[in-house]
């Protein structure tokens, strides 16, 4: 198990190719068979010598670097930049940073297909969505570096998960105090709470609607638990698990739907509001409190969890002309120089050894309450996600 990822045993959920909407539309997600989802059946993983320990050697990989041409990554964060320029600066190989959000697994099959290849590594929240469209046809190539991946546990290796991130439900500590005005998530399904939760569009992107799939598969049991320990009694629900009625509660009690976190940081935690919405964002938007003066804070204590996993994953395209200098990125960018870049914003290594230097959000002290991730079931993620989309539609 992680020193810096939570203990517990998670969800994610998953893509679905269009088409699927039409059938998922008639039952919910995981309706035939919950908590019978089949678990990904993988051949034997051939690592490459570079993947071990006695295999791996950075100073012959630098020069093979060298030797090779520029690099592109695509990244969802902007401090892509600041990392592309720290490794171009450390090894004078010229990389370029690029921040791209929407559409990307596309991107790169299209770049593949086509033979112009302009991204030579691809840095996503989106696993699921890696594996069945990108690792399973060769589109990427999974590569662990050997100096670390004897460190991670077995299910951050394949795909390579190479940074934890999670979705944070969070409060106004100006409108609150510093005590979660809840602590319990069903309670986002009473009356109370009608109108006052503020999410970002779980239509918007796969890697939201990837918690939904792995908390109903996977953790029935704590929302049961949890509703249970609200109300005091059992759920009695026809829907096929006690994640999907939360959902379906959730849903009809009118949360508002923004374009994304950094919407929703300022409807929760910009001053000057008496009775702000309760959100879900990532935690980087909390430096919002030193850069806009917003009063955001995780809802700590939050049953059954405070936050969903977001993890990121990382892989060199196949047909890049420049593979070991996409290697040697991909070390740089996880070793703990590169990840200091992003520790701050409550991003944690699923390597022990890589651990952050500061913690202003107070995230260090939260990770036991957030789920897990699974490699085991990608491919029920990813075939689940339009139905969920569909499902969430339906019941708003």
Known sequence: MMNHISRRAVGGIALTAAFGLSVAACAPPGADDPGEAKEDEREDIELQDDETADGFDLDALVKAAQDEGPITIYDETGKVEQIAEAFSEKYEIKANGVKIETNTIDKIKRESESGNIIADILAISEPPAVYAELLKDGILTNWVPGDTYDKLPEEARYPYLTSGNWLWWAYSTEAYGDTSPISNVWQLTEEDWKGKIAIPDPEA????????????????????????????EKLETDEPSAFHERLKRLASNSPAVFKSDEEVSEAVGAPGQQDPPVGLMAAAKFRNNEEKGYFLAPADGLAPYVAGPMPQTMQYVTKSKSPNAAKLYIHFATSQEGMEFI??????????????????????????????????????????????????RSNR
């Open 343 to 392: 520790m701050p914003d409550g991003k944690r290594s699923y390597n022990p050894d890589v651990k952050p230097t500061e913690d202003p959000h107070g995230i260090e002290e939260l990770l036991d309450q957030t789920q897990d991730f699974s490699t085991k079931y990608l491919e029920d993620d990813f075939k689940n996600t339009v139905q969920w989309q569909d499902f969430w």
């Open 205 to 232: 992107r796969a890697m939201y609607t990837n918690i939904w799939n792995q908390s109903a598969r996977d953790h029935a049991d704590e929302w049961s638990e949890a509703y249970e320990d609200l109300f005091g």
